[in-house]
Every structure is written in structure tokens, then in C-alpha cells.
Nanobody, 120 residues
């Protein structure tokens, strides 16, 4: 089993910055790709960014140039540095990872989410 623990959400004015963290704990499984998704009120969950164990990154167009995802493989922790925040970035941000199962296959895990609110 994998537990994802997020932190770092909060409220900020437009143009401000926040840094989210997520650690995969209680895991004897190998964590592969990790990432962030977000869900605004009344909307579907939306992809934000992912990072592989090798450090390869990918971003949604809406956050490119403003958000940076990074990773510490030693602790299975990822970070999301969010700069130049906009009111439309307001959402619950969820951490996500894929883990290789001992019997084969891959399972996806989700964190409980952390609220990010950007005032105008």
C-alpha cells in the first residue's frame, strides 16, 4: 500500500507563489511516475504536471512557465512550485503516483488533496 501525504496549500493573492509537497509513505513498492492534478468546484479533475524517476517532466499548457515540478527519489517526495498564481488556479490539488506491484502490474494511488485559493 502507498499513502500520499500532501502539504503546502493555502490562500494567496494573484501573482503570489505557493509550494506544494507530497510524500509517498508506508511503501515497500517502487514508485514510478508521480504527479499533480487539480479539481476546481463544479469541474472535472484536471492534469497539472508529472515527473518520472529519471526526472523527466511534463506540464499542462495552462501552467507551463509558471509551475515547476521536482522530485526527491530518496524520500519519494515531489514538489510543485507555483509562481505567478492566477484566480483560475484555485482548486483542490491532488498528488498521484503509480507504483509497481510485487505480483506484477501497476496501481495508481491518490492523496486526499490540499486546497489552493488565489484571490483576485
Amino acid at each position: 500500500q502507498v499513502q500520499l501525504e500532501e502539504s503546502g496549500g493555502g490562500s494567496v493573492q494573484a501573482g503570489g507563489s505557493l509550494r506544494l509537497s507530497c510524500t509517498a509513505s508506508r511503501s515497500s513498492l517502487l514508485i514510478s511516475i508521480m504527479g499533480w492534478y487539480r479539481q476546481a468546484p463544479g469541474k472535472h479533475r484536471q492534469y497539472v504536471a508529472t515527473i518520472t524517476r529519471a526526472g523527466g517532466t511534463d506540464y499542462a499548457d495552462s501552467v507551463k512557465g509558471r509551475f515547476t515540478i521536482s522530485r526527491d527519489n530518496a524520500t519519494d517526495t515531489i514538489y510543485l512550485q507555483m509562481n505567478s498564481l492566477k484566480p483560475e488556479d484555485t482548486a483542490v490539488y491532488y498528488c498521484n503516483c503509480n507504483a509497481y506491484l510485487e505480483g506484477g502490474g501497476v496501481r495508481t494511488y491518490w492523496g486526499q488533496g490540499t486546497q489552493v485559493t488565489v484571490g483576485s
